[in-house]
């Protein structure tokens, strides 16, 4: 009997969404409305290594809304921005809607959909995927939020839960250069999906297979599939 093919999972904010550009437009916005000097892309460059590494370093389970509020507390208090972060992070999460998909996310989508189960493997909460472009592009059940693994990227857990879940046979699709480290080192079979602004970590692993745009996955993932 055939083995049932693997699940293809994508990371979402960088694979999928091009966040950099939704996230520091919301915040450009606020900045242009109240008068800071800070620009949306200053303001989301301190914001985003900020919740990166809340993500990394706490040890309780805490949401990705309270994880992304912490940071923006704490980049507003290192640029010197009379900001006011929880409403300022209700407004940031609440704009992910009109964060673009990369040029190829949908069409790419559909076509690995054709011959693979399709789904998404995140560090956000249910509330803020269903918020997303990409929520209407994948099946519900094979959506894995950090929310429901109860762990955030890069730790192993998030990895080896999700493959859990994909009952052991899963191929990740990232970009990010924590991402493509994380679930190397915890055993993934992974394909890099290059993307502008993303660069693989000099000193991680280094997947067997990459791809410059959606179009050229597929070959990549059936070699990778054949594997898992």
Do not use: C
């Amino acid at each position: 009997m055939t083995a049932p093919a693997p699940l293809v999972t994508f990371d979402l904010f960088s694979a999928l969404v091009d966040s950099r550009s939704g996230a520091a437009a919301t915040l450009g916005r606020l900045a242009a409305e109240r008068g800071w000097a800070a620009t949306g892309e200053q303001l989301y460059d301190a914001w985003d290594a900020r919740n990166k590494a809340s993500q990394r370093n706490t040890e309780e389970w805490l949401s990705f809304a309270e994880h992304s509020r912490r940071a923006l507390a704490d980049a507003y208090a290192d640029l010197d921005v009379p900001g006011d972060a929880t409403a300022d992070t209700a407004t940031l999460l609440a704009s992910v809607g009109s964060w673009p998909l990369w040029p190829d996310t949908r069409a790419g989508l559909a076509a690995i959909a054709r011959v693979f189960p399709v789904g998404v493997l995140s560090n956000v909460d249910d509330a803020l995927f269903a918020r997303t472009a990409v929520a209407a592009l994948v099946p519900d059940d094979a959506v894995l939020t950090s929310e429901r693994l109860r762990a955030y990227k890069p730790a192993p857990a998030i990895y080896r839960r999700a493959l859990e879940r994909a009952g052991g046979r899963l191929v990740h699709v990232a970009t990010s250069a924590r991402d493509v480290r994380g679930a190397l080192e915890a055993g993934l079979t992974v394909v890099r999906l290059r993307r502008t602004g993303h660069a693989p970590d000099p000193a991680g692993p280094r997947p067997r297979w990459d791809a410059d745009g959606t179009a050229e996955l597929l070959p990549a993932l059936r070699e990778a599939a054949a594997g898992t």
